[in-house]
């Protein structure tokens, strides 16, 4: 493998942080990181070849200008990407998923910079298909009203941007889409409003709040939940980009025999806990109740049924297979955040 400088925007976050853990690891890469925060990275902060600052993309731009001239790869991983806010605060979405992340991609496309962009399962929307295809399936976003869709529409919208600026300016790129990553530091689970994180997190959450697993509008919407080892392998392959394999390619990251439905995902989540010794007494009196989306979310909620990657492009192109299976997955990332609140 080749040196690479590495720029990770956002690189205290839950893909951030673990991606910096397996490049610090298994390559001699270095990496250049910038976050509001460093409570994640806590592994690395000391390595020689992490050089992180404290700081926010939208006011230290010269800084991340700068960096970006340096590097050869960038991966703004910057964004909120938790359902509840694309509600409660839908310009804020705009602001930071849409203008900040646009104003990287135009910066690499004047430095002549390597851009991997994470796209999301969301784009897809409501499509109805199977299994979704990064080059045949629609996207199919709800009306203006139903406010969810703001963060669908900026990524769509930046895929399409970084799409065209590969075309027609030599912007050289990859889009890689998370299906549903899960596993150990995904969301800050203590002292949560309602819907305040991811649906695993916010379960887990409620597990060690002793508060009951609510089901939103039954929890029959079924996801493919992927492993984040999985996921980050996929982005490792993607960063090395053998023969240039991943450049102006589209990939789905998600694993599609873990589709369950959230209703699945509570029940097993519980299981977990009920079968764990330091959560077993408090699981016995958690219940699994329903609730509806507006009352959770807000009238500006819609939701997709179900949601399918195809990941043959990953398979064939990347040489990449998911592996860790869904109940797998589940128990590792709650044993973590047990152990996490120190039970
Ligand atoms: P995350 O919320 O865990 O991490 C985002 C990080 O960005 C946080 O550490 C946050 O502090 C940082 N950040 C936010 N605003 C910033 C700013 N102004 N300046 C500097 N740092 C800032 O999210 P994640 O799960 O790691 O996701 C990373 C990317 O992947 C996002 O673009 C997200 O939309 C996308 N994505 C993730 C998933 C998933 O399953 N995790 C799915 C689809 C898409």
Redesign the pocket.
Known sequence: MTTKKVLI??I?????NQLTQSILKNTAWEIIG????NN?LQHSINHPRLHFKI????KNTAWVNAQIDACDVVLP?????TPAIYITDPLRIFT??FE?NLAIVRACVAAKKRLIF?????VYGMCQDAEFDEEESNLVLGPINKERWIYACS?QMLDRVIYAYGKHQDLKYTLF??F??IGPT??DIHNLPTGGVRVVTQFISNIIYGKDLQLVDGGEQRRSFTYIADGISALMKIIENKDGCADSKIFNIGNPTNNASIKEIAEKILAIAKNHPQTKDRAKNIKIVNTNSSQYYGKGYQDMQNRVPAIKRAQEILGWQPTTTLDQALKLTADYYFKDAGL
């Open positions: 925007l956002g205290n976050g839950f893909i951030g910038i976050d509001l925060q994640k700081g926010d993309i939208t991983l910057a964004a909120i990407a930071l998923d900040a994470p796209s999301t399962s969301e990524k889409r998370p549903n990553w995904q969301d």
